[in-house]
T-cell receptor, first 115, second 111 residues
Framework: DAGVIQSPRHEVTEMGQEVTLRCKPI?????LFWYRQTMMRGLELLIY????????DSGMPEDRFSAKMPNASFSTLKIQPSEPRDSAVYFC?????????????FGEGSRLTVL | AQRVTQPEKLLSVFKGAPVELKCNYS??????LFWYVQYSRQRLQLLLR??SRESIKGFTADLNKGETSFHLKKPFAQEEDSAMYYC?????????????FGTGTKLQVIP
């Protein structure tokens, strides 16, 4: 397994544009997490899914952010419209999601720069 | 609500010196605690977790429920330990595994 796969690795866009980040979790994992990493706030949990269902989206900053998981092997995080303060590294992670709290496996991240 | 606090953004130590990265948590139930590490140009990865009681790469961490802490320690720092370290918390029960991270501490080991 190639691990968690995220795309794009880097995205530079202008304020007001729509941004879509993609994630393919590890096969067989039931939980998927989206995190945002910044120097000031560290790793912030934005939303997480269990069996493709959003469980907690309280970390989503505002209505400009939305996330979907249409099936067990794909998730998207969309920002529309984007703003300079959204510039950060966005990580996707997956875990087995069963039994005791398990290890999170992270993707390489998508570095977003909004000009 | 669950919260993880790492008071130090940067910790610089000399090679061979002891290291202690601080982590305090707030959670009303029983937590599972983790330490994750991000080396330069590598993915964020699990270093160790409380329930395993393991020592990984010479690092250990003890859960102190009275002080609600899970500090990461190593007796002798190595240059290859330089990295970003994150403490994380997940509920031990409840079915869903919401994992909350602290703001991270950058460890810099000076040769």
């Amino acid at each position: 397994d190639a691990g968690v796969i995220q795309s794009p690795r880097h995205e530079v866009t202008e304020m007001g544009q729509e941004v879509t980040l993609r994630c393919k979790p590890i096969s067989g994992h039931n939980s998927l997490f989206w995190y945002r990493q910044t120097m000031m706030r560290g790793l912030e949990l934005l939303i997480y899914f269990n069996n493709n269902v959003p469980i907690d989206d309280s970390g989503m900053p505002e209505d400009r952010f939305s996330a979907k998981m249409p099936n067990a092997s794909f998730s998207t995080l969309k920002i529309q419209p984007s703003e300079p303060r959204d510039s950060a590294v966005y990580f996707c992670a997956s875990s087995l999601g069963k039994g005791l709290p398990g290890e999170l496996f992270f993707g390489e991240g998508s570095r977003l720069t909004v000009l | 609500a669950q919260r993880v606090t790492q008071p130090e953004k940067l910790l610089s130590v000399f090679k061979g010196a002891p290291v202690e990265l601080k982590c305090n948590y707030s959670y009303s139930g029983s937590p599972e605690l983790f330490w994750y590490v991000q080396y330069s140009r590598q993915r964020l990865q699990l270093l160790l977790r409380h329930i395993s009681r393991e020592s990984i790469k010479g690092f250990t961490a003890d859960l102190n429920k009275g002080e609600t802490s899970f500090h990461l320690k190593k007796p002798f720092a190595q240059e290859e330990d330089s990295a970003m370290y994150y403490c994380a918390l997940s509920p031990l029960s409840g079915g869903y595994q919401k994992v909350t991270f602290g703001t991270g501490t950058k460890l810099q080991v000076i040769p």
